[in-house]
């Protein structure tokens, strides 16, 4: 983070900040520029979609960056929806690893151009 090519954020409930139920971060990597994850009782309720939104606008509008690429494996249905609503498309497909093994996986792709016409 110090180097400016990872920034991270908690997500927390407003009524029990002290708790940690998900991350999202961005990165400068190749194909991989943002990550996430929420705990399971939290998931459905369009938190990590506003996490989302929020942290898109910031590597474009205040990063500055041209596009951002995030990978999805293609059996996490939940994940790559969020991608949908926030308008990136499948770019490529390729293997990659994960805790749980080797996985088909999505290259979902947006341009600042695109998430500005959104």
Do not use: C
Request: no cysteine; glycine share 10%.
């Amino acid at each position: 983070m110090a180097r400016g090519d990872e920034w991270h954020w908690s997500l927390r409930l407003k009524g029990d900040p002290d708790r940690v139920i998900g991350m999202i971060g961005l990165l400068r990597e190749e194909n991989n520029n943002r990550g996430f994850w929420l705990g399971l009782p939290w998931q459905g309720q369009g938190l990590m979609t506003e996490a989302v939104l929020a942290v898109t606008g910031f590597w474009f509008d205040v990063l500055g960056f041209a596009v951002l690429r995030a990978p999805k494996a293609i059996a996490n249905a939940a994940s790559r929806r969020i991608s949908d609503k926030t308008g990136m498309r499948v770019i490529a497909i390729e293997e990659r690893d994960y805790v749980s093994g080797r996985l088909p996986t999505e290259i979902r792709e947006i341009t600042a151009e695109e998430w500005r016409r959104r």
